[in-house]
């Protein structure tokens, strides 16, 4: 069974770092793109970025270029996304989800549970 | 960036309805579309990819159609475990943006 597990909630304050964790199973992880997508308090989708765990070839929203980083260890299956300068308005839910197939079928068929960031002073 | 548009924003509807919703590209996309279902406090799942193909493990009573720009999703016979909000996704291009989403509620 393909499962992602996240990492735990997190409390910060604006302009503090955070990394926060997404471990793959049940998959040849370093074979499928992992995705993350951000939902703000009450909010719909957005789709952040992507990163092949095989060689960290990343593509990023340029809504989120420069905001934020993606990176993995692939020796532990795991996909991080990171913040060098939290915002209150980095408050969310966000979920990493595995790309089914970058050429054929570049949809996220399986999610991890989220990781949900509270910024505030 | 494709922009998404979802309609209607939210619908009511009762169980054993039958429910369409619809997703408008800002431009063609082929048929580079995907649905997802996002119950309360959970994470989305994948319904249909390209378009219209059915995602292994969803019910039947779902279904996809529409290329270019515009996209439909059919629920044939609404059941209570349906009330959700719905996404769509393009994967034409990078960013690969979602629409704004669709709740379906008890009527």
């Known amino acids: 069974e393909v499962q992602l597990v996240q990492s735990g909630a997190e409390v910060k304050k604006p302009g503090d770092s955070l990394k926060i964790s997404c471990k793959g199973s049940g998959h040849s992880f370093t074979n499928y793109w992992i995705g993350w997508v951000r939902q703000m308090p009450g909010k719909g989708l957005e789709w952040m970025g992507i990163i092949y765990p095989g060689d960290s070839d990343t593509r990023y929203s340029p809504s989120f270029q420069g905001q934020v980083a993606l990176s993995v260890d692939k020796s532990i299956s795991t996909a991080y996304l990171r913040w060098s300068s939290l915002k209150a308005s980095d408050t969310a839910m966000y979920y990493c989800?595995?790309?089914?197939?970058?050429?054929?079928?570049?949809?996220?068929?399986?999610w991890g549970q989220g990781t949900l960031v509270t910024v505030s002073s | 960036d494709i922009q998404m548009t979802q309609s209607p924003s939210s619908v009511s509807a009762s169980v054993g309805d039958r429910v369409t919703i619809t997703c408008r590209a800002s431009q063609g996309i082929s048929s580079w579309l995907a649905w997802y279902q996002q119950r309360p406090g959970k994470a989305p799942k994948l319904l249909i990819y390209a378009a219209s193909s059915l995602q292994s493990g969803v019910p039947s009573r779902f279904s996809g159609s529409g290329s270019g720009t515009d996209f439909t999703l059919t629920i044939s016979s609404l059941q209570p475990e349906d009330f959700a909000t719905y996404y769509c996704q393009q994967a034409n291009s990078f960013p690969h943006t979602f629409g704004g989403g669709t709740m379906v509620e008890i009527k």
């Open positions: 989800a595995r790309l089914l197939d970058y050429t054929t079928v570049p949809h996220f068929d399986n």
